[in-house]
T-cell receptor, first 112, second 114 residues
Framework: DSGVTQTPKHLITATGQRVTLRCSPR?????VYWYQQSLDQGLQFLIQ???????AKGNILERFSAQQFPDLHSELNLSSLELGDSALYFC???????????FGPGTRLTVL | DQQVKQNSPSLSVQEGRISILNCDYT??????FLWYKKYPAEGPTFLIS?????DKNEDGRFTVFLNKSAKHLSLHIVPSQPGDSAVYFC?????????????FGKGTKLSVIP
């Protein structure tokens, strides 16, 4: 158990819909990262938050957004969903300046 | 453009023997490298890491070697155990703009045969 929690574990929805994925980092970790793993791609970095502020952006679509709240939990919002958004979404956390990131169990999103 | 490459999608090794997983990178700004292990339906688990100022790091049965001139790293598992069967991901990071985002390879599936 990494100490990172993600909810829900599975999500099935339809095209055009909007969903919110939630992540609670390990106690004491200030950085939260979101990654997407689709069938034909490896883990792709989406976005990072540090202590409530956006720190870095990767291959994140404009239809996707995220935020980190004062209690340090983070939410990833996916809107106008397309079939190609079906993937595993992982959240990871790390200490202030740590390279080692600890991953949650992921949310499997299926868009029908 | 894949900056981190794991060219072997799969590897089978006999229990007790050495497993060697390889990884190549192209971005010379990377200065920290990590290996993660992943079981199905679970998140990646951090295994071992190495800074670019070192060429070797050991942790129990796991050793990571870094060859900066060749932009190549490898993970050695000795002796291999059936519980090591999983997908192994190589990842790299460079402290660009204060971010520690990871760039991952596509993984190598290791099967350790009893």
């Amino acid at each position: 158990d990494s100490g990172v929690t993600q909810t829900p574990k599975h999500l099935i929805t339809a095209t055009g819909q909007r969903v919110t994925l939630r992540c609670s980092p390990r106690s004491g970790d200030l950085s939260v990262y979101w990654y997407q793993q689709s069938l034909d791609q490896g883990l792709q970095f989406l976005i990072q938050y540090y202590n409530g502020e956006e720190r870095a952006k990767g291959n994140i679509l404009e239809r996707f957004s995220a935020q980190q709240f004062p209690d340090l939990h983070s939410e990833l919002n996916l809107s106008s969903l397309e079939l190609g958004d079906s993937a595993l979404y992982f959240c990871a956390s790390s200490v202030t300046s740590g390279y080692e990131q600890f991953f949650g169990p992921g949310t499997r999103l299926t868009v029908l | 453009d894949q900056q981190v490459k794991q060219n072997s999608p799969s590897l089978s090794v006999q229990e007790g023997r050495i497993s060697i997983l390889n990884c190549d990178y192209t971005n010379s700004m990377f200065d920290y490298f990590l290996w993660y292990k992943k079981y199905p339906a679970e998140g990646p688990t951090f295994l071992i890491s190495i800074s670019s100022i070192k060429d070797k790091n050991e942790d129990g049965r796991f050793t990571v070697f870094l060859n900066k001139s060749a932009k190549h790293l490898s993970l050695h598992i000795v002796p291999s155990q059936p519980g090591d069967s999983a997908v192994y991901f190589c990842a790299a990071s460079g402290q660009g703009a204060g971010s520690y985002q990871l760039t991952f390879g596509k993984g190598t599936k290791l099967s350790v045969i009893p």
